[in-house]
């Protein structure tokens, strides 16, 4: 019997002897034979239960139905969007290695940052809808050897400048998520700097500082940045959701998240890490 139908059970059990003992309280105030009564109630029970496994495993059995379909269907979506994308993506580095003309090569690199751009949605996606239907898995990690690795993913793009200061950091939580956290941090402190702006990120005691120059935000753009789809800057190209997803995850893995910023002179983001720190 699965936990859903156990309770689902004890709830209908509670509300049969809740309802069976109110009317029971009634009907003895007027000479009701009590004992009758009660026997009446035993005989009703056995029943009672059948009648209820069977209705309500019906009930559960077709919605296990209905999401093992939806599971089903969100994973062949995934794979079929995933195989255009990488299609796309081989045809434009062999065109950027065999074309010459400097007016074709502009676009290819335009059509090659709408493509990263594609990939990270099509990354935040995936990963936002098997959270839905499946347990989040986590796993030791150094969260020092991903940082490098997220790192060096936008160093190769040519973006800004990246300094880092980290120590060995074992933590055990969902490391696909902690990727897209860092990714999404990283975008942003990227998108709102100046192109030749240093980013600096220092992983130390415990604690994640991903520190940008750029715009920064006034204490009313701070308190609505959680908001999904909410853009501190309508000028740079954005989809909005990049913190509330860091939120989120955040959120469900006890991180303490915490933004210093000022206008002008660029954003700072907190992570402790603490409740996710693993001993060796």
């Given at each position: 019997?699965?936990?859903?139908?156990?309770?689902?059970?004890?709830?209908?059990?509670?509300?049969?002897?809740?309802?069976?003992?109110?009317?029971?309280?009634?009907?003895?105030?007027?000479?009701?034979?009590?004992?009758?009564?009660?026997?009446?109630?035993?005989?009703?029970?056995?029943?009672?239960?059948?009648?209820?496994?069977?209705?309500?495993?019906?009930?559960?059995?077709?919605?296990?139905?209905?999401?093992?379909?939806?599971?089903?269907?969100?994973?062949?979506?995934?794979?079929?969007?995933?195989?255009?994308?990488?299609?796309?993506?081989?045809?434009?580095?062999?065109?950027?290695?065999?074309?010459?003309?400097?007016?074709?090569?502009?676009?290819?690199?335009?059509?090659?940052?709408?493509?990263?751009?594609?990939?990270?949605?099509?990354?935040?996606?995936?990963?936002?809808?098997?959270?839905?239907?499946?347990?989040?898995?986590?796993?030791?990690?150094?969260?020092a050897e991903l940082l490098e690795e997220r790192s060096e993913h936008f160093l190769e793009l040519g973006r800004n400048p990246i300094e880092i200061d980290s120590e060995a950091t074992p933590v055990y939580a969902?490391?696909?998520?902690?990727?897209?956290?860092?990714?999404?941090?990283?975008?942003?402190?990227?998108?709102?700097?100046?192109?030749?702006?240093?980013?600096?990120?220092?992983?130390?005691?415990?604690?994640?500082?991903?520190?940008?120059?750029?715009?920064?935000?006034?204490?009313?753009?701070?308190?609505?940045?959680?908001?999904?789809?909410?853009?501190?800057?309508?000028?740079?190209?954005?989809?909005?959701?990049?913190?509330?997803?860091?939120?989120?995850?955040?959120?469900?893995?006890r991180i303490a998240l915490r933004i210093v910023s000022k206008k002008g002179e660029g954003t700072s983001v907190y992570l402790e890490l603490k409740r996710i720190l693993r001993s060796e």
């Amino acid at each position: 019997m699965s936990r859903e139908l156990r309770w689902s059970l004890f709830i209908f059990l509670v509300v049969f002897i809740a309802f069976f003992g109110i009317h029971y309280f009634i009907l003895s105030d007027q000479g009701f034979s009590a004992s009758h009564y009660l026997w009446a109630l035993l005989l009703l029970l056995p029943g009672v239960l059948v009648v209820g496994i069977v209705f309500l495993g019906n009930l559960l059995d077709k919605q296990r139905r209905q999401e093992e379909r939806l599971e089903h269907l969100v994973r062949e979506v995934l794979h079929e969007i995933n195989l255009p994308i990488a299609t796309i993506d081989a045809n434009l580095e062999m065109l950027q290695r065999r074309i010459d003309e400097e007016k074709a090569r502009k676009r290819l690199r335009r059509i090659t940052a709408a493509t990263r751009r594609l990939k990270r949605l099509y990354r935040e996606l995936a990963y936002e809808l098997r959270r839905e239907i499946a347990p989040v898995e986590r796993e030791a990690f150094d969260l020092a050897e991903l940082l490098e690795e997220r790192s060096e993913h936008f160093l190769e793009l040519g973006r800004n400048p990246i300094e880092i200061d980290s120590e060995a950091t074992p933590v055990y939580a969902d490391r696909i998520g902690m990727e897209q956290v860092l990714d999404n941090l990283l975008e942003n402190a990227l998108k709102y700097s100046e192109k030749n702006a240093t980013i600096q990120i220092v992983l130390r005691d415990g604690e994640l500082m991903i520190r940008d120059e750029g715009i920064g935000m006034d204490e009313n753009e701070i308190l609505r940045v959680y908001e999904r789809y909410y853009q501190s800057d309508r000028q740079v190209r954005g989809e909005g959701i990049g913190l509330a997803l860091v939120k989120r995850y955040c959120d469900d893995e006890r991180i303490a998240l915490r933004i210093v910023s000022k206008k002008g002179e660029g954003t700072s983001v907190y992570l402790e890490l603490k409740r996710i720190l693993r001993s060796e």
